[in-house]
């Protein structure tokens, strides 16, 4: 045998075949890294074994999926649904693909059968081509180019397996596709609103259509939940202002009036009069505008937010955000739950999540409404909030350790117009775990600011999406990916993304969320491990040229979350376990992975969800640096900035 196929015996070292009907189990260790693979395949469903050795051929081989060209990807089956409790049909054909009674994916083979794939074998030629005389370097790079290929043939099956299963979350209305439902596991019986098509959840969904060139899925939903943002919504004789979009929409078969026989569709949305604990769901507005605009930038079709009705939605929805009250900050004050985090977790006020979802989605809207003596004011107003939240979230939000020693050392009862201590912050309020948590490089944005209040915790989206939307300096979105790095441990570990951490335990979390059964320490919203984020990270790191942080957590979640089907969440300290209420075949988990996995191959297509910081921001921002406390002198006059 050569050498080079003593470094694949080295690699295979204890690998012993596990074949059965359905699973072909691939061990592979090296240099004290260990990886399992299943790579799943149906007889005749797979085209191509990668023969790595004639020596080996008899121990195991490689199966590997070849899916459908790009094009084909988007041509789907218009099958009209039909039923009232909105379960999704599953897609009968693309292009030549089928979908058989379990969730494994069919793919045609263009090819004669059994012909071989250049790629397929491109390892068995490496082998073949090796020499006695090889050294110990050369036998360490094959066992790496093994590693990578098998490593490469399984990220390719996950894939595939995930288009597969996002295809069969699609929901139509009068035979057209207008979403994804939340999740799609046949063996769960308590659907409760998992069936529905929820906004916040389709935006992974809708960009990974994007990134594909499938818009119409897209298109649909931004023009159908727009026409539901005009229902009236009440709640106990009590209705929220115009302009709040969906939490969540419905597709139901009714019959039709005086005509018991015939029936129609209809959509049925839910503006949190029916969820739990009945929050209206803030950011469903201001994702539905990032969506809006990255519909426009990735299809070019500029027509759908230029149409009247589009130009009257984001205003109704800005003039929500923009309305005068009784806050004296720039931020948006609501209530618990009202974003992704949407139970009882200490979060009301002023959560950074919000904030960052704001400032993007405002950015977004003054890219896109067009100029017209109407919306002057608004385009006004609109200008004046961006300079006073950027501000107050870089300047107020921002924590490293030199700020964390500042707030050690703070003055508190301070009366003044030129006071340091603006909020009247209690030194003690720092918790011992952020002293030990906090790197020397590195910083974040905390996840609250109140009077006399600062919520420390890190928040992973709030923060990932103030390093896309410009929210946070330059320097500070690499601090913040500087701290992801530092403290991978416990922010990513076993599976990303912590949804926050740490986790509220003992008695702060009886209080502070009333002894949630399903918000437990290190477990759902309370410290537990996000698989969907992915995609937010993989945005955030391309945008500051730090791929290899992604590339670095997408390859973590490749090993287990196929194998695991696919959850909402996970639970534990290091993410371990599948989430103890988690749901599987979670669609945002799905189309997370998939976003994440698109982006990384091209990275330029980053750029329709990406927000450059504008020159005028910046300009006033200095200014308002230089008027701060920090650095301005006593009795200088007020000043005020218009953009």
């Not at 899916?67 to 999704?88: A, E, Q």
């Not at 139970?343 to 017209?372: D, N, V």
């Not at 945008?543 to 194998?563: C, D, F, H, T, Y």
């Not at 701060?628 to 005020?640: E, L, M, V, Y």
Request: charged share 25%; glycine share 8%.
């Amino acid at each position: 045998m050569t050498a080079a196929g003593e470094a694949v015996l080295q690699v295979l070292s204890g690998a012993s075949p596990c074949v059965n009907s359905c699973d072909r189990c691939l061990n592979i260790s090296s240099s004290g890294v260990s990886f399992k693979f299943n790579v799943k395949y149906a007889k005749n469903k797979g085209t191509g074994y990668a023969e790595l050795h004639n020596g080996l051929k008899s121990r195991w081989r490689v199966c590997a999926f070849h899916g459908v060209d790009r094009d084909s990807h988007g041509k789907t089956g218009c099958n009209r649904l039909k039923s009232g409790c909105c379960k999704c049909r599953r897609i009968e054909s693309i292009d030549g693909l089928t979908v058989d009674n379990g969730r494994q994916p069919s793919f045609p083979n263009k090819s004669e059968p059994n012909e071989p794939n250049v790629q397929d074998f491109k390892l068995d030629r490496q082998l073949k081509n090796g020499k006695a005389g090889i050294s110990s370097n050369d036998k360490l790079n094959a066992s790496g180019s093994i590693t990578n290929t098998v490593h490469k043939v399984w990220a390719k099956s996950v894939e595939d397996e995930a288009w597969d299963l996002l295809r069969e979350s699609i929901v139509y209305y009068c035979g057209n596709p207008v979403g994804t439902i939340a999740a799609n596991d046949p063996n769960d019986s308590t659907i409760l609103n998992y069936d529905q098509v929820f906004i916040r959840d389709f935006i992974p969904s809708g960009i990974a259509f994007l990134l594909k060139g499938e818009y119409d899925i897209v298109r649909n939903f931004i023009l159908h939940t727009l026409q539901l943002q005009s229902w009236e919504k009440t709640m106990d004789c009590h209705s929220p202002g115009q302009g709040l979009m969906p939490a969540s929409f419905k597709v139901r078969t009714v019959p039709l009036d005086g005509d018991d026989s015939a029936t129609e569709e209809v959509l049925d949305p839910d503006f949190g009069e029916a969820a739990i604990g009945r929050v209206a769901p803030v950011d469903s507005g201001l994702w539905w505008i990032i969506l809006l605009r990255a519909y426009g930038k990735c299809s070019g079709d500029l027509s759908v937010q230029e149409r009247v009705d589009v130009q009257t939605g984001i205003k109704m929805i800005l003039k929500l955000c923009l309305a005068d009250g009784f806050d004296m900050f720039p931020t948006l004050l609501v209530t618990d739950g009202s974003c992704m985090i949407d139970r009882r977790m200490g979060i009301h006020g002023h959560p950074l999540e919000i904030q960052a979802l704001f400032y993007s989605a405002l950015l977004s809207a003054r890219e896109m409404l067009t100029p017209e003596d109407g919306s002057a004011d608004l385009i006004r107003a609109l200008n004046n909030r961006l300079v006073a939240l950027s501000f107050h979230i870089r300047e107020y939000y921002w924590i490293d350790m030199k700020k964390l020693n500042e707030i050690y050392r703070y003055k508190t009862e301070e009366y003044s117009y030129d006071a340091v201590n603006k909020f009247n912050i209690y030194p003690d309020q720092i918790p011992p775990w952020l002293v030990e948590f906090m790197p020397h490089i590195g910083g974040y944005l905390i996840g609250n600011l109140q009077p006399a209040h600062m919520d420390f915790r890190f928040f992973s989206l709030g923060n990932l999406w103030s390093v896309v939307s410009s929210l946070a300096t330059v320097d500070q979105s690499h601090a913040i990916l500087d701290l992801i790095e530092a403290k991978w441990a416990e922010l990513v570990a076993d599976m990303p993304l912590k949804i926050c951490y740490p986790a509220l335990e003992g008695q702060e979390w009886r209080i502070i969320t009333g002894s949630d059964p399903k918000n437990t320490p290190w477990s759902y919203h309370n410290g537990g491990s996000w698989p969907t984020l992915l995609w937010q990270l993989t945005v955030a790191c391309i945008k500051m040229n730090r791929v290899e942080i992604a590339e670095k957590a997408v390859k973590l979640a490749e090993r287990r979350i196929s194998g695991d089907k696919w959850p909402e969440y996970y639970d534990s300290k290091r993410g371990r376990f599948i989430g103890k209420q988690s749901r599987l075949y979670q669609t945002w988990s799905i189309a997370g992975y998939l976003v994440a996995k698109l982006l990384l191959d091209n990275p330029a297509a980053a750029k329709v969800l990406v927000t450059e910081e504008d020159s005028e921001l910046v300009n006033a921002f200095s200014c308002m640096i230089s008027a701060s406390p920090r650095t301005r002198k006593r009795g200088r006059k007020k000043q005020t900035f218009i953009v």
